[in-house]
C-alpha cells in the first residue's frame, strides 16, 4: 500500500494546474478554477489588493467558502425548537476537537440566557455545610483542563430498526469531543462535607425544563467537572453558560447544564429523565434503568454519504472512535462489510472518554465496497453488530445503539448507508 500511495504521489506531482484539478476533482468548481487565471504560474486576484483589516472581525468567523459547515437538525425530530436537536457535521471535521459553535445540541426547554452575575450554584442535602456559590466564588478553586468527549444517549438510535440515516452527520453527530475547564466536583463535596450517608447526587439546570439526574456518589467524586470553559473560552449559552456538569464517559443528559443545584441523599430521585425517558426498552417490555455509560463506538467519516469519492486510486479513509469505559486501544477497517479486517493506525493522542482519529490508507479499485470500523477499547470490549446488538435488546431501543456501521461505496463513487448482517 505504501508503493501505491507513493506512485499516486509522484504521478499526481507530473501534473500540472489544472489538469491535476480536472483528473483529481472533475468538478464544476475544479474546471471554474482552471478558467479563472488564478493557478500557477498565473497571479491570483486576491493577491492584487489588500485584505480586510484586523478590525473587521473582533470574533474570527469561518471563512465564506466553509458556509456549509453547520449543525443541522431532522425536521421529523424536531417537536418543537425549544426541544430537540441539531448535529455535529462530523464529515467535515478534523483532529478531534469539536469547534464549538460545532458542538451538538440536546435542549429540553429551550437555551436560557443567564446572567453569571446572579447565577448561583447551591449545594445541599446531605451535606456538612451547606453552599451557595457565585460564579466568582467557584473560580476561586484550583481548576483543571480535560479533553472528554459527551455524546448523547440516542445518538443513532433513529436506525435501530434499520438503516435510514443517510449521512455521517445524522446518523453519529449527536458527539462532540472538547477541553473542558472547571473545578472537580470532589473539591466542592470536600468543601461542603458530603455525609458518608449520601449515595446520590441530584444535579439541577437553570433551564425552563429544570432538567434534572439522578448520579450515583462513586461517580460524582471520581472524575466528574464543574465547568465554565469550553475549548479555552467560556461556555456558549447553548453548551450550559455560565455553568455545567461534565460527567466523562456517559450520557450526555448527565451533564446537565446550566448548572444551578446540587442535592446529596440516599436514594436516586427517579425524574422524568430517568423513568419515562432515557430508559431502555427491551424485548420483554421490561425497560432497563440507569444504563449511564456510553460504550465502544467507531465510525468512518470520509468516505461517507457527504463525502464521496472522487475516483478510482488511492484515498485516505479515516473516521472517530470512542469508549465511555475508557481509552480506544485498536481500531479495525474492513472493506468488504466485515469479512476481512485490516488495524488502522490511531493518530496521537490517545486519552480516556475522548474521541481518538483513526486513519488507513486505500485504494479503490472502482467496485462495490462496503466499509466498516471495529472499535476494542482498554478493557477489551468489542464494539457489536447490529445483529448482536438486536439479539440482546430487541428492536425497541432508542439509546445506546452503539452497533458497527456500513456505508456502500458505489461504482459512481458516491456513498450509501446500509446494513449488513
Known amino acids: 500500500m505504501k508503493n501505491n500511495r507513493r506512485h499516486f504521489l509522484q504521478s499526481a506531482a507530473a501534473v500540472t494546474g489544472g489538469a491535476l484539478l480536472a483528473g483529481i476533482a472533475g468538478s464544476k468548481e475544479a474546471q471554474a478554477a482552471v478558467q479563472s487565471g488564478n493557478l500557477p504560474p498565473d497571479v491570483p486576484s486576491w493577491m492584487k489588493k489588500l485584505g480586510t ?4 472581525a473582533p470574533y474570527g468567523e469561518p471563512v465564506k467558502y466553509e458556509r456549509d459547515v453547520i449543525r443541522r437538525n431532522v425536521p421529523f425530530l424536531t417537536a418543537t425548537t ?5 448535529f455535529t457535521p462530523l464529515q467535515d471535521l478534523d483532529g478531534v ?3 464549538n459553535g460545532l458542538c451538538f445540541v440536546r ?3 429551550g437555551t436560557p440566557v443567564v446572567d453569571p452575575v446572579q447565577h448561583r ?3 445541599h442535602g446531605l451535606v456538612e455545610r451547606p453552599m451557595v456559590y457565585s460564579m466568582v466564588d467557584l473560580m476561586r478553586f484550583p481548576t483543571e483542563s480535560r479533553i472528554y468527549f459527551t455524546e448523547c444517549a440516542a445518538n443513532g438510535g433513529m436506525d435501530w430498526r434499520g438503516a435510514q440515516m443517510q449521512g455521517v452527520q445524522f446518523s453519529h453527530g449527536m458527539v462532540h469531543c472538547c477541553e473542558w475547564t472547571g473545578v472537580k466536583l470532589s473539591t466542592l463535596m470536600n468543601e461542603t462535607g458530603v455525609s458518608p450517608k449520601a449515595k446520590w447526587m441530584l444535579a439541577e439546570g437553570a433551564d425552563a425544563a429544570a432538567m434534572t439526574r439522578s448520579i450515583p456518589i462513586e461517580k460524582a467524586a471520581d472524575d466528574v467537572l ?3 470553559s469550553q475549548n479555552g473560552e467560556r461556555l456558549r449559552a447553548e453548551n450550559g453558560y455560565p455553568l455545567r456538569l461534565v460527567v466523562p464517559g456517559w450520557q450526555a443528559n448527565t451533564s446537565v447544564k446550566w448548572l444551578r443545584r446540587l442535592k446529596f441523599g440516599e436514594e436516586p430521585w427517579e ?5 419515562s425517558k432515557y430508559t431502555e426498552l427491551m424485548a420483554d417490555g421490561k425497560a432497563l434503568q440507569f444504563t449511564w455509560a456510553m460504550l465502544a463506538k467507531s465510525v468512518i467519516t470520509r468516505p461517507c454519504p457527504e463525502k464521496p469519492l472522487a475516483g478510482k486510486g488511492f484515498c485516505e479513509v479515516s473516521g472517530l472512535a470512542w469508549s465511555g469505559l475508557g481509552k480506544v486501544k485498536r481500531v479495525d477497517v474492513s472493506f468488504d462489510g466485515g469479512a476481512n479486517w485490516a488495524p488502522a493506525s490511531l493518530q496521537e493522542p490517545v486519552l480516556t472518554k475522548s474521541l481518538t482519529r483513526f486513519r488507513i490508507p486505500w485504494e479503490w479499485n472502482g467496485q462495490l465496497a462496503y466499509l466498516q470500523s471495529r472499535v476494542i477499547d482498554e478493557t477489551g470490549y468489542i464494539q457489536p453488530t447490529i445483529v448482536e446488538m438486536r439479539k440482546a435488546w430487541g428492536s425497541n431501543a432508542v439509546y445506546h445503539k452503539n452497533a458497527i456501521y456500513t456505508w456502500r461505496v458505489n461504482q459512481n463513487g458516491t456513498v450509501d448507508s446500509v446494513e449488513v448482517n
Open 97 to 99: 476537537i469539536t469547534p
Open 121 to 123: 450554584l447551591m449545594i
Open 53 to 56: 483589516g484586523v478590525e473587521a
Open 271 to 275: 425524574t422524568r429523565e430517568e423513568t
Open 226 to 228: 464543574v465547568a465554565w
Open 107 to 109: 435542549d429540553h426547554g
Open 82 to 86: 425549544e426541544s430537540s436537536v441539531s
